[in-house]
């Protein structure tokens, strides 16, 4: 079993509420799930508006799999929306 997480720091400029920050936040994580089967959340920074920290994680069998698919999921994140700016990302991989 191989576990890959994604941590994305999103920076969220259009956002003046932390009602707004939810409200554009929680379809990000749902579409994620989605599209791509994983589990998703955000994990820290919950009470700033402007900026949002979402983890992604999916488990296989195959770990270079696992790195393909949270790679996937940074573009696709990128192109749907485009108004927000990912100011750091990381992909750990547990084997």
Not at 40 to 61: F, G, K, P, T, Y
Request: aromatic content about 8%; glycine content about 0%; overall charge negative.
């Amino acid at each position: 079993m191989h576990i890959a997480i994604l941590t994305l720091h999103l920076m969220l400029p259009v956002c003046s509420s932390l009602k707004e920050k939810r409200s554009q936040i929680k379809p990000v994580l749902s579409r994620l799930h989605r599209e791509f089967n994983i589990s998703a959340a955000e994990v820290d920074l919950l009470d700033v508006w402007r900026e949002a920290v979402i983890a992604c994680a999916v488990v296989s069998n195959n770990s270079i799999h696992n790195q393909q698919v949270l790679q996937k999921v940074i573009w696709f994140t990128e192109q749907h929306w485009p108004d927000f700016y990912i100011a750091d990302q990381s992909i750990e991989v547990i084997d």
